[in-house]
């Protein structure tokens, strides 16, 4: 049974979901930046574009888009040849972020975002990883799963549970809490993705991609490919610390010529 750990063996479908995901990323931050820097006043046909931020549907989609990304990173941590140098770049480069927006972009801090947690949660993978897939390897998949959207639907839909937690600790121990979940009532991060509920997810992606690696998923599954989006989704890390700064300044040119 083959191993995929080598650049030659990459399974294609991961980086053609993965490429999608970022792609429809680019689009979102592209009309936001659209809406935020008021550029393209007179193309109407943008706005209404930018109306679908508003609406169930595009909430759908956002958060489907965001549980593939942490999905896949539970995944591909299935088969990294270092999960703790992995991480620990991450976790270093997401506080340099964090560094640069107190500094540079006030009012739009971000102390906890994406990266922050997909640096945390695969540390924490590579803490239990043996402990997961040796001690709990009979615990069905699906359960944490379920406990994502449980933890989801209780705290975000129906009644947030930081409050309580805040209220019952010391305000000086609640400051660190914010990774785990439990801000402070004056806590703010422009994008915060705390470690739960999306740890869970992480996992459940973790445990999928022990059964993805010992190929028990159709062989098409190994085979599918579409170049130019897979491509895309073989630079997640790169796309993401690039895209913002390019789109942005290409649009404003465009903005410029056009007028």
């Known amino acids: 049974m083959s191993d995929f750990n080598s650049e030659t063996n990459r399974i294609k479908i991961l980086d053609v979901i993965r490429g999608i995901a970022l792609i429809l990323m680019i ?13 393209f006043s007179s193309t109407l046909w943008i706005y209404k574009l930018i109306d679908f931020f508003n609406t ?3 909430s759908v989609i ?58 945390f949660c695969i540390f924490i993978y590579f803490l239990i990883e043996k402990f ?8 069905p998949i699906w359960i944490f799963l379920i406990l994502f959207f449980v ?5 975000v839909l129906v009644s947030p549970i930081e409050p309580f937690v805040v209220s019952i600790l010391n305000y000086k121990l609640v400051i660190p ?3 785990i979940g439990f ?3 004056n806590f703010f991060s422009a994008d915060f993705f705390p470690l739960l509920p999306w740890l869970f997810l992480f996992l459940f992606g973790a445990k999928l991609g022990k059964y993805i690696k010992e190929q028990r998923f159709p062989k098409w599954f190994y085979k599918f490919d579409f170049k130019p989006v897979s491509f895309v989704g073989r630079y997640p890390f790169l ?14 040119l465009i903005d410029k010529y056009i007028k």
């Open 27 to 39: 689009l979102d931050h592209s009309l936001y930046d659209i809406k935020s820097y008021g550029l």
């Open 56 to 58: 169930p549907l595009y």
């Open 62 to 119: 956002w958060f489907i888009v965001v549980m593939c990304f942490f999905i896949i990173a539970g995944i591909t941590s299935n088969f990294s040849k270092s999960n703790f140098r992995r991480a620990i770049y991450l976790i270093g480069f997401a506080f340099l972020l964090t560094l640069f927006t107190v500094l540079f972009v006030k009012g739009n801090e971000i102390y906890f975002g994406v990266l922050h947690c997909f640096g």
């Open 132 to 139: 997961l897939h040796n001690v709990f390897k009979k615990i």
């Open 151 to 155: 933890y989801y639907y209780i705290t």
């Open 177 to 179: 809490l914010f990774i």
């Open 183 to 185: 801000p402070a009532n």
């Open 239 to 252: 796309i993401y610390i690039l895209h913002q700064p390019i789109i942005l300044g290409l649009l404003i």
